[in-house]
Every structure is written in structure tokens, then in C-alpha cells.
């Protein structure tokens, strides 16, 4: 079950139907342009923090409500997006550590894995929480750069 209850399992936004979030393989999206463009309008930005649901890995219909900075929108008017987590993930070069901020309520410090590229869709997405300042959002850039060579 998700970690909030204004929703039910059926109607939670990104996970169902043509605006689901699914995972996206960075080497086959074509030319990828990631910008810094947030803007507090109630839309997924590029350089945003934002909520939807996210499948699990093993694509097997389980996932999990969790936050996502969006990294670059597409030409079809989807966006690719990279997962966040609390758990520590010091030493692994698939994360990068971005510290806290208030998508975490609880003030911990995140993790962005850059190994699981996400595409999202703006009717899949649960809530907007907040902009990563441009210093975290390039630390994250430019790690995706050098993994898949966007530009």
C-alpha cells in the first residue's frame, strides 16, 4: 500500500493507464537535452523534486509513491526523471548524494540513482514538492552526462 491515504490504490496518480510512469532505457530515448527550468506552477519541471509512483525493478506490478527530480523533458511531452532515496548509498558510484531538503519530511539526506532513468508523465505525477537548487541539480547533470552522454 502507498505511504499516503487521500488516495486509493486504484487512482494513484502514475500508476495505471496512458500516464504511468515506467522505466526508460537511457540508451535508447534518443537526443536528451537536460535544463535547469524549474517553475512552482503546479507542472513537472526539469530541476523539480516531484511525487509519483514508481514501478519496482523487477516490473511486476508492485512500485512504490516516491519522489523524482526531473532531469529533461521529451519532444512527446513526457519527462525523464531519475528516483530519490534516503537510504545511504555512500560508496556507490550509481548515486549521488544531494543531502536533505523538504521533500523529506523527516529532514533526511537522499541519494539519486543514476543507474534507473524514469519517464513520467505530467498527469502521472502526485504532487510537486519542491526546486533542487542548480548547484545539486548540475552535480546530478553532469553525472548523467558522463554515464549516457546526454547533453
Known amino acids: 500500500m502507498t505511504a499516503f491515504t487521500d488516495e486509493t490504490e486504484e487512482n494513484v496518480p502514475g500508476r495505471y493507464g496512458d500516464s504511468a510512469t515506467t522505466e526508460a532505457d537511457p540508451h535508447q530515448v534518443g537526443r536528451v537535452r537536460t ?7 503546479g507542472d513537472p519541471d526539469p530541476g523539480e523534486i516531484v511525487w509519483t509512483w514508481v ?3 523487477e ?3 508492485r512500485g512504490k509513491d516516491r519522489p523524482v527530480l526531473v532531469v529533461a523533458r521529451e519532444a512527446a511531452g513526457t519527462l525523464l526523471a531519475v528516483q530519490l532515496s534516503s537510504k545511504r548509498h555512500d560508496d556507490d558510484r550509481e548515486w549521488v548524494a544531494i543531502g536533505s531538503g523538504p ?3 523527516s529532514g533526511r539526506d ?4 543514476i543507474d534507473r532513468v524514469i519517464r513520467l508523465h505530467e498527469d502521472g505525477m502526485r504532487r510537486e514538492a519542491c526546486a533542487l537548487d542548480r548547484g545539486r541539480f548540475n ?3 553532469n553525472r548523467l552526462h558522463e554515464r549516457y552522454g546526454w547533453t
Do not use: C, K, M, T
Open 35 to 41: 535544463e535547469y527550468a524549474p517553475a512552482h506552477d
Open 103 to 105: 521533500w523529506d519530511r
Open 59 to 61: 516490473n511486476d506490478g
Open 55 to 57: 514501478p519496482f525493478e
Open 139 to 141: 552535480l546530478v547533470r
Open 110 to 113: 537522499s541519494w539519486i540513482n
